[in-house]
Nanobody
Framework: QVQLAESGGGSVQDGGSLTLSCAPSKRPFSRSVYAWFRQAPGKEREFVALIRSRGTSELYADSVKGRFSISRDNPANTVYLQMNSLKPGETAIYYC???????????????WGQGTQITVGS
């Protein structure tokens, strides 16, 4: 079991930026996939972005394309989510996850962080 520690959450104004970090407790297998999901109050958890632990393959939800960027630092064993032009509707708990499938479905991921709160003020 891999433990994930997210950091970087907080409050920001409409149009602001934040960067989230996710540090696994151990290096994932070479074919692992890192993903970010978010869950707003009263809503289902939704996919935000993913990246493979090797290679350059990334995928984004349509709602965040062009504004969010996922990246990884392999030597530091850390994954980042750079979020720009944040909107009030994106207030949610953001979760980091690791799985073995290249998937936008949260059920494909078996290791999750505790989540970090992002609040976007209007």
């Amino acid at each position: 079991q891999v433990q994930l520690a997210e950091s970087g959450g907080g409050s920001v104004q409409d149009g602001g930026s934040l960067t989230l970090s996710c540090a696994p407790s151990k290096r994932p297998f070479s074919r692992s996939v890192y993903a970010w999901f978010r869950q707003a109050p009263g809503k289902e958890r939704e996919f935000v972005a993913l990246i493979r632990s090797r290679g350059t393959s990334e995928l984004y939800a349509d709602s965040v394309k062009g504004r969010f960027s996922i990246s990884r630092d392999n030597p530091a064993n850390t994954v980042y989510l750079q979020m720009n032009s944040l909107k009030p509707g994106e207030t949610a708990i953001y979760y980091c996850a690791i799985g073995s499938e290249y998937s936008t479905n949260s059920r494909a991921y078996d290791n999750w962080g505790q989540g970090t709160q992002i609040t976007v003020g209007s």
